[in-house]
């Protein structure tokens, strides 16, 4: 990356790629790039065509509701759309493998927080971008995941520009399980929401633009 290109990045981006310069440097593996890399992102790919996630007004910010069968499923459709905010992941080919693990969690709302903050990172680090997630293991007594993304380096000749996400946040941080099926009344959007269906799990996330 040019000094110039490197330099018009946002204060928090720049700071970001510095981080994760320092991780390589003192001997963390840098993202995995294993064969067979779109093989394995469509086998693990079993979503149905429609998103099950929305974007609500949130006054300077934006809150990405999301919602799934499973706790796994909630988390990784709030990653798809923070994703699909900054670019179309439908653009994206899955060209490259990188693997995030969480063990500094203390329950399930920071344990989302720092999944969504690890993939951001790497996009502000070093431009990855997201075609596919999936957790792997979720531990919800020690508060500890793993996930695999499969994506590639954004590209502005290939990619759509979207709005980057600056930082993700605690404010209004919820996951909801089934029958609990709406926020507070001082918590809920005005435009909530999308039809969902009462068996699943409801993530909000609002993230700075």
């Given at each position: 990356m040019s000094d110039a290109a490197h330099e018009a990045l946002p204060q928090r981006s720049r700071e970001r790629r510095a981080r994760h310069r320092n991780r390589v440097a003192e001997g963390e593996p840098a993202a995995s790039v294993p064969g067979a890399l779109e093989e394995e992102a469509v086998?693990?790919?079993t979503r149905g065509e429609a998103p099950q996630y929305?974007?609500?007004?949130?006054?300077?910010?934006?809150?990405?509701?999301?919602?799934?069968a499973t706790l796994e499923e909630v988390m990784e459709w709030q990653v798809l759309g923070m994703f699909n905010y900054m670019t179309e992941t439908a653009t994206v080919e899955p060209k490259k493998r990188v693997d995030v693990t969480v063990t500094d969690a203390h329950d399930l709302r920071s344990l989302l927080?720092?999944?969504?903050?690890?993939f951001l990172f790497h996009f502000s680090a070093e431009f990855f971008t997201v075609h596919e997630v999936r957790i792997t293991r979720l531990d919800t007594e020690?508060?500890?995941?793993?996930a695999s993304a499969w994506g590639e380096q954004w590209d502005r000749t290939k990619h759509t520009i979207g709005t980057e996400v600056k930082a993700i946040t605690f404010m209004l941080l919820r996951i909801l399980a089934p029958g609990e099926d709406k926020l507070d009344d001082d918590e809920?959007?005005?435009?909530?929401?999308?039809?969902?269906?009462?068996?699943?799990f409801n993530a909000y996330v609002v993230i700075d633009i």
């Amino acid at each position: 990356m040019s000094d110039a290109a490197h330099e018009a990045l946002p204060q928090r981006s720049r700071e970001r790629r510095a981080r994760h310069r320092n991780r390589v440097a003192e001997g963390e593996p840098a993202a995995s790039v294993p064969g067979a890399l779109e093989e394995e992102a469509v086998a693990m790919r079993t979503r149905g065509e429609a998103p099950q996630y929305e974007f609500l007004d949130h006054t300077a910010d934006v809150q990405i509701h999301s919602w799934g069968a499973t706790l796994e499923e909630v988390m990784e459709w709030q990653v798809l759309g923070m994703f699909n905010y900054m670019t179309e992941t439908a653009t994206v080919e899955p060209k490259k493998r990188v693997d995030v693990t969480v063990t500094d969690a203390h329950d399930l709302r920071s344990l989302l927080f720092k999944l969504m903050d690890e993939f951001l990172f790497h996009f502000s680090a070093e431009f990855f971008t997201v075609h596919e997630v999936r957790i792997t293991r979720l531990d919800t007594e020690k508060w500890e995941l793993e996930a695999s993304a499969w994506g590639e380096q954004w590209d502005r000749t290939k990619h759509t520009i979207g709005t980057e996400v600056k930082a993700i946040t605690f404010m209004l941080l919820r996951i909801l399980a089934p029958g609990e099926d709406k926020l507070d009344d001082d918590e809920a959007p005005e435009d909530n929401r999308a039809a969902v269906p009462d068996d699943c799990f409801n993530a909000y996330v609002v993230i700075d633009i």
